[in-house]
């Protein structure tokens, strides 16, 4: 592994012709390899994965320590992987190799200190990978950009919020400023974030979701009247058939393993819907059966894998639709007559859609949609869960929609084990969104903050992601503060994003580690360091406890274990008084009295926020409480009162053209979002690269594409303009004809600005229109 060189920089971008690209993970050795992963999901090979990153973090005891009460009901913290619930039951043990990964990553050594800034320039750090700016370690104390030096210097706490201040009561209108939220944040810290931002005026709050599961809540609502699934565990248990769209469990959500095994024990249906063969569609050693792993028994999951093309769900499930009403039977008229609107058009629509034109659109034959209905139509419980397969798309919108339809055909929503699941990404993004972050809020929420709080906050609608990125460029924000994530590298079109932040006044980047953000910054930047989920947080009356939302609704309380591994680290409840004092000197918000005591913050939520009632009490029951679903009851708060069909029409996208590919972008096995623990992807069975496109067999011969081959992307954008990422390796995979696949962030690079659905303003980062060619042709 060598030292980083300046034009590294450039090859993680992959704009260099003829050279290979550089992954953003560990620097290569030049090897790499491939092999049929055959082992179980989440078995050994997952142990000592776990091991290594335990041995890398350098505390295996503390560490270990921590991970055994993480998600426990007495006393634990929560999980800062993913959104997926704890069991309530107790009886799993429900931690899972990448959990362990990300906290074990937060239990490094706080070396990115001022030090470590003293002894390099920014301009040198942003030839080192992405993985090893995370690598350094925990950021240790606050530190100002120096232009002079270009590099980050120390400044005090007091210092830093000043700034902030300054520049945001020096701008002549609050909407030029905007503040992105990544989905760790507590529901306390969120409560108060969105607070500052609307008191100081504007909903310009762009947040991680607006990538991520937008799509989902802005599709659900006008269907079912609330932007949540309707299922908890317990329908888990019972459904009788789980479809999982567009959703890479093994990695992504590893703890769903559990529960996948066991509907399979039961003899539940579970179908797994995607372009790409995963390994969770076949078979797994679920995380808590460590004896199952000492003898490799591995549990059967999955009974069906359903290859549909990229984009061709919608498609998909209209034929299932069609299917059933072949055979009246099979439609739950009762419940459709009672508790739907909207059918007759659904029935007029479904039907009068020719096969061949879903067959089409589908890339599935008639028979395997045929197979997929029978397999409804056979099952009494149905859960349909989703993840980005789904939402990343111009008509994810649509899809989900269509999902909605499919489940009210057999009155599958609001009862026992059956109903819409979206998989959440972020251990709180679904929290963020309950306690605010929104930069479309709806009138009834501000109303409320309006008397409760005694503030008058904006009500025009904000600036989401990607418009947040266009409005820099134009130069219409100039303030951007970031309340954790990585901006820099998450956010579609690295290069125009890029320009934007650099375009900035002010940036504010408040972050556990060292990232691409804080590199890629404006004339002047702050790096804020926080407390993590993990660490103790002690104010003025005691040790503090924040809650966070699961994926399904799910409130609990959660309390960090150890020792912050700096002094000078703050909350993010305290980082957000100080910069909310600094900019309103005038606020009669008790901004110091919230941080004083976080149930103070509780109570005012309490107050605010639908469901949340009694709110200090209830979220230290044990388990926390579930915010009430009305829809779950088949009370469906919509325009008609009644669960909607919606009536698209087939999507016209699924044909690139001529010559051309579908690119979804994916995760590794070994990433969290922009965070890369190694260039490996163990169920994939590759080693070593993170520069691959993933191509079907067919695809590759047709292009004189060997295994391993350099290759050239370029994509096609929707206002015409092309981007290119040279030196990346084609790899044979499972994947549908017509499609290919390779990881975020690193082609990040191929998604232009301009392509982003109408319906939900989502990038399409899985409907990228690419050519795939042999390197230097
Ligand atoms: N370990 C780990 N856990 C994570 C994360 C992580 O990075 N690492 N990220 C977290 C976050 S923020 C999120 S949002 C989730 C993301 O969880 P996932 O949604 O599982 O993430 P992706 O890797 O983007 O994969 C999406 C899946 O969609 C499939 N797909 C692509 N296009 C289509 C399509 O058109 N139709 C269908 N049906 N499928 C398609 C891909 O083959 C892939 O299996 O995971 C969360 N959990
Ligand atoms: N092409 C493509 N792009 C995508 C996606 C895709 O599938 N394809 N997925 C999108 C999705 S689903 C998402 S959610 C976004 C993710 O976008 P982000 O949420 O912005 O990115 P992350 O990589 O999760 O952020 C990691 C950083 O968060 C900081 N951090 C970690 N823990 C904490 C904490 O407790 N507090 C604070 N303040 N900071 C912390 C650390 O500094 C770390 O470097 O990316 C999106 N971008
Ligand atoms: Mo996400």
């Given at each position: 592994m060598g030292a980083p060189e300046a034009n590294d920089e450039e090859r993680m971008l992959g704009s260099t012709p003829g050279v290979p690209a550089l992954g953003r993970g560990p620097l290569p050795g030049g090897r790499h390899s491939r092999h049929e992963y055959h082992h179980a999901a989440a078995g050994w090979g997952a142990a000592r994965s776990v091991e290594r990153v335990l041995a890398r973090a350098g505390e295996p005891v503390e560490g270990f320590r921590a991970l055994l009460v993480m998600n426990h009901e007495d006393g634990g913290f929560d999980c800062p992987g993913c959104a997926w619930p704890d069991d309530p039951s107790g009886l799993r043990l429900d931690i899972c190799e990448n959990g362990i990964k990300h906290v074990s990553w937060e239990l490094t050594p706080p070396h990115a200190d001022a030090e470590f800034f003293s002894s390099h320039t920014v301009s040198e750090l942003r030839a080192w990978t992405d993985h090893h700016l995370e690598a350094v370690g925990r950021l240790a104390e606050p530190m100002s950009y120096d232009p002079d030096t270009d590099m980050y210097r120390p400044i005090s706490w007091d210092d830093a919020f000043a700034l902030v201040g300054e520049a945001l009561r020096g701008l002549d209108d609050p909407n030029r400023a905007a503040f992105y939220t990544s989905g760790r944040l507590s529901n306390e810290a969120t409560f108060l974030y969105q607070l500052w931002v609307r008191e100081f005026g504007t909903n310009n709050l762009p947040d991680c979701s607006n990538m991520c599961h937008e799509a989902s809540g802005r599709a659900l609502t006008p269907a079912i009247g609330s932007g949540k699934g309707t299922v908890d565990l317990n329908d888990w248990e019972q459904a009788d058939a789980i479809w999982l769209m567009g959703d890479n469990a093994a990695s992504n959500a590893p703890r769903m393993l559990t529960?996948?095994?066991?509907?399979?024990?039961?003899?539940?249906?579970?179908?797994?819907?995607?372009?790409?063969?995963?390994?969770?569609?076949?078979r797994t050693i679920v995380p808590h059966e460590y004896a199952d792993m000492a003898t490799f028994r591995t549990t059967r999951i999955g009974t069906m894998n359903v290859q549909v093309r990229i984009g061709g769900d919608l498609a998909l499930l209209r034929g299932v639709a069609k299917a059933l009403f072949e055979t009246p039977e099979a439609l739950d008229q009762d419940f459709i007559d009672r508790y739907t609107h909207g059918f007759e058009e659904y029935r007029e629509l479904v039907e009068a859609t020719p096969w061949a034109d879903l067959v089409r659109d589908s890339g599935v034959d008639e028979a395997g949609i045929r197979a997929l209905a029978e397999s409804y139509r056979r099952s009494e419980r149905l859960i349909i869960a989703w993840c980005l397969g789904l939402t990343q798309h111009e008509h994810g919108m649509d899809t989900v929609r269509e999902i909605v339809n499919v489940l009210l055909l057999r009155g599958n929503i609001g009862r026992e084990g059956a109903g819409p699941c979206p998989v959440r990404g972020h251990s709180n993004v679904q929290g963020n969104r309950t306690c605010g972050v929104n930069h479309r809020p709806d009138k009834a929420f501000l109303d409320r903050l309006a008397e409760v709080c005694g503030i008058d906050p904006p009500r025009a609608h904000g600036l989401g992601v990607v418009e947040t990125v266009e409005a820099m460029r134009r130069g219409d924000v100039r303030v951007f503060v970031s309340l954790g994530g990585n901006f820099a590298l998450a956010a579609p079109d690295l290069v125009a994003t890029a320009e934007a932040l650099r375009g900035c006044d002010l940036t504010v980047q408040v972050s556990t580690k060292l990232n691409r953000s804080h590199l890629v910054h404006g004339k002047r930047a702050?790096?804020?360091?926080?407390?993590?989920?993990?660490?103790?947080?002690?104010?003025?009356?005691?040790?503090q406890g924040v809650t966070v939302e699961d994926a399904m609704s799910m409130v609990h309380i959660s309390y960090g274990m150890k020792a912050p591994p700096s002094r000078h680290l703050r909350s993010e409840c305290a980082i957000l008084s100080g910069m909310a004092r600094a900019t309103l000197p005038d606020s009669r918000t008790p901004w110091q009295s919230y941080v004083d005591d976080y149930d103070r913050i509780r109570d005012t939520m309490s107050r605010v926020l639908d469901g949340f009632e009694d709110f200090n009490r209830r979220a230290r029951h044990p388990h926390g409480f579930r915010i009430r679903q009305l829809a779950r009851e088949r009370v469906f708060q919509t325009a008609s009162g009644r669960a909607e069909f919606s009536h698209a029409p087939l999507p016209d996208d699924v044909d690139p053209g001529a010559g051309r590919l579908?690119?979804?972008?994916?995760?590794?096995?070994?990433?969290?979002?922009?965070?890369?623990?190694?260039?490996d992807d163990r169920y994939r069975g590759l080693k070593g690269l993170r520069t691959v496109v993933f191509m079907n067999d067919d695809d590759m011969r047709e292009r004189g594409i060997g295994e391993f081959d350099?290759?050239?992307?370029?994509?096609?954008?929707?206002?015409?303009?092309?981007?290119?990422?040279?030196?990346?390796?084609a790899v044979r995979y499972e994947i549908a004809r017509g499609c290919a696949a390779g990881y975020m962030p690193e082609l990040n690079v191929l998604c232009g600005l301009a392509d982003r659905s109408a319906d939900s303003g989502q990038p399409v980062t899985k409907h990228l229109v690419v050519e795939v060619t042999r390197a230097g042709r």
């Open positions: 529960w996948l095994a066991e509907a399979d024990r039961r003899g539940a249906q579970l179908v797994h819907i995607n372009p790409l063969i995963e390994a969770a569609s076949r702050l790096i804020l360091p926080c407390l993590a989920r993990s660490d103790t947080d002690v104010q003025a009356s005691g040790p579908l690119l979804a972008t994916v995760r590794s096995h070994d990433q969290f979002n922009t965070t890369i623990y190694s260039n350099l290759v050239d992307v370029t994509s096609f954008a929707r206002d015409g303009t092309t981007r290119r990422v040279y030196g990346y390796r």
